[in-house]
C-alpha cells in the first residue's frame, strides 16, 4: 500500500527554521530594496566612486531583525568571518566588510526619510491584490518598548501656594486669558481628541510625538508599571494578521490619541475595504466612534462608565426593559435610518401584563441617540461577543514582534533612530507573513498537482 505524506502547511515560526539561503530569498523578493537604495545614490558621475555596496547593507540590515542578531558589531563580526553569510546578504566576494560607523551614518540617512513608510504601505497592498488580505475586521492596540536613551532627571518645579477664596473679576480675566492661550498654543497631540477629526492625516503622522518618555500602564494585577521609552500602535487583520497601519509614539502618550490617525492611514492605504474596528475599553471616546462612523465602519468597544448613574429602564447593555425589568432582545438593524431594533423579551409569553400599555412590543432606537451606547453590533449580542474575540489578533502580533523581531532590542539614541527601529521591525514582519502566504500557495498548487 503506498503510503502519501501530505505536506502540511506553515507559518512565520516554520519560516525561520528554514535554512537561511532560502528564508532570506524569499523575504526579499517581497520588496524592492530600490527606494532605500536612491538615498545613498550619487547625483552626479564626478568624483570617487561608491566603495560601499549600499545595496547589500541594506539587506543585511534587515537580516539582522530575521536573524535576531543583537547589535551592529555582532552583525559586522558575523559578516566578517562566515563567508557565507555574506553573499546571502548580497555582497561580492570583491566587497570590503563595512564597519560600524558606515552603519551608523547609513540608519541616520534612512531615518531622516519616509521611505519606509511608502515602502510599508506598497507591501500591503500588493498582499491585498494576491488575496492574502480578503478580511474586513480590524483589531487595534498598543504596546510598550524601552528606550536606548538614559532617562532625565525630572525638572523640579517651584509651586506657588494657591491663594483660597474666589478670584476677584480681574484676577479671573487674568486666568481666562492664560488659559486661551496656553489652548492656542498647544501642539496637535495636546489637543482634545475631536480637534483630530478636522486634522489632515499628513498632519497627524508628521506630528506625533517621538522622543522617549516615562509611560506608565496598569498590568494583569492591577498595579502601575513603569518604562521610560515608546509606545507602538498598531492596526491588525484579524485573519491573515497582517500590520496594516503602525505608528510609534512617545511613551506617554495616551493609546486614545492614536486611534484616529491609524484609522485615517488605514482608510487612505485601503479605502472602503474594512467594516470593522475592535479596541478595547481604553478607546471608548465619543470622537472615536465619530471617525468610525465618518469611514462607515462598525465599532466593537467594551463601554466605560464614567460617572454615571443607574439609567432607568435600560439593562447593562442599554437595552430597553420591560415592566418587570426583563430585557429587550435585540432583533435587527436598520442601516438606512442607522436604527437598532428591540423586541418583546420571551418572558412576556406568560406574563399577564403583556396586553397592557405599559407593556411595549417593539423598541427602536437610533443610533445618534448616543453613539457610545447604541452601536451596531448590539452591545451583549452573540455578533459583538464573536468579534469582540477576535480583537485578540493584536495581542498575538504584539508578541511575535517582541519574542522573533527584536522590537524590545532598540540599540539607538534619539527617537527618530528609534522610530526607524519600530517601523522596519514592522516591515520585516509584513514581508515575513507575505513570503509564508506566497509559499503556501506554491504548496497547495504542488499537492493539487500531484
Known amino acids: 500500500m503506498t503510503i502519501v505524506k501530505q505536506m502540511s502547511l506553515f507559518d512565520i515560526r516554520e519560516l525561520l527554521k528554514m535554512e537561511s539561503s532560502r528564508r532570506f530569498d524569499a523575504i ?130 517651584e509651586t506657588q501656594p494657591k491663594k483660597r477664596g474666589r478670584k476677584s473679576k480681574e484676577e479671573r480675566a487674568a486666568w481666562l486669558a492664560e488659559q486661551a492661550e496656553l489652548e492656542a498654543n498647544q501642539t496637535t497631540f495636546e489637543k482634545k481628541l475631536e480637534a483630530q477629526l478636522t486634522i489632515p492625516l499628513t498632519t497627524l503622522w508628521q506630528d506625533i510625538p517621538i522622543e522617549p518618555k516615562w509611560g506608565i500602564k496598569k498590568n494583569s494585577d492591577g498595579k502601575n508599571t513603569f518604562w521610560y521609552g515608546f509606545k507602538g500602535h498598531l492596526a491588525v487583520s484579524t485573519k491573515s494578521q497582517y500590520i496594516v497601519a503602525r505608528l510609534m509614539s512617545s511613551g506617554n502618550l495616551s493609546d486614545s490619541k492614536a486611534a484616529i490617525p491609524l484609522l485615517k492611514k488605514m482608510n487612505h492605504i485601503m479605502p472602503n475595504h474594512f467594516t470593522t474596528a475592535i479596541f478595547d475599553a481604553g478607546y471608548d471616546y465619543e470622537a472615536i466612534y465619530r471617525q468610525i462612523s465618518i469611514q462607515e465602519m462598525k465599532a466593537v468597544i467594551p463601554y466605560v462608565k464614567r460617572r454615571e448613574g443607574e439609567m432607568i429602564g435600560f439593562d447593562e447593555h442599554f437595552r430597553p426593559t420591560c415592566v418587570r425589568e426583563h430585557s429587550y432582545c435585540y432583533d435587527s438593524f436598520d442601516e438606512k435610518y442607522q436604527t437598532l431594533k428591540f423586541t418583546r423579551p420571551k418572558d412576556c409569553a406568560t406574563c399577564p401584563l403583556r396586553d397592557d400599555s405599559l407593556c411595549q412590543k417593539v423598541f427602536k432606537i437610533k443610533c445618534e441617540t448616543d453613539i457610545r451606547k447604541y452601536t451596531f453590533p448590539a452591545r451583549g449580542s452573540e455578533l459583538w461577543k464573536k468579534l469582540y474575540k477576535e480583537r485578540t489578533a493584536v495581542e498575538r502580533v504584539n508578541a511575535y514582534l517582541k519574542q522573533f523581531f527584536q522590537l524590545n532590542n532598540v540599540r539607538h539614541k534619539t527617537g527618530r533612530k528609534a522610530k526607524l527601529h519600530f517601523n522596519l521591525v514592522t516591515f520585516i514582519y509584513n514581508a515575513c507573513k507575505l513570503a509564508v502566504d506566497r509559499m503556501n500557495v506554491r504548496l497547495q498548487l504542488q499537492n493539487n498537482a500531484a
Open 28 to 157: 526579499l523578493a517581497t520588496f524592492d530594496v530600490q527606494p532605500i537604495f536612491q538615498l545613498f545614490r550619487k547625483k552626479t558621475m564626478r568624483g570617487a566612486p561608491r566603495e560601499l555596496n549600499y545595496g547589500a547593507m541594506i539587506q543585511s540590515l534587515m537580516i539582522r531583525i530575521v536573524e535576531r542578531i543583537p547589535t551592529v558589531k555582532d552583525l559586522v563580526n558575523r559578516l566578517t568571518h562566515d563567508f557565507v553569510f555574506r553573499l546571502d546578504c548580497g555582497f561580492l566576494v570583491s566587497d570590503t566588510v563595512p564597519s560600524e560607523a558606515s552603519y551608523s551614518r547609513m540608519v541616520d540617512v534612512i531615518s531622516q526619510s519616509d521611505v519606509l513608510d511608502r515602502m510599508h504601505d506598497e507591501l500591503i497592498q500588493a498582499a491585498f491584490t494576491e488575496g492574502f488580505l480578503e478580511e474586513e475586521h480590524l483589531s487595534f492596540d498598543a504596546t510598550h518598548f524601552e528606550a536606548r536613551d538614559a532617562a532625565k532627571p525630572a525638572e523640579k518645579k
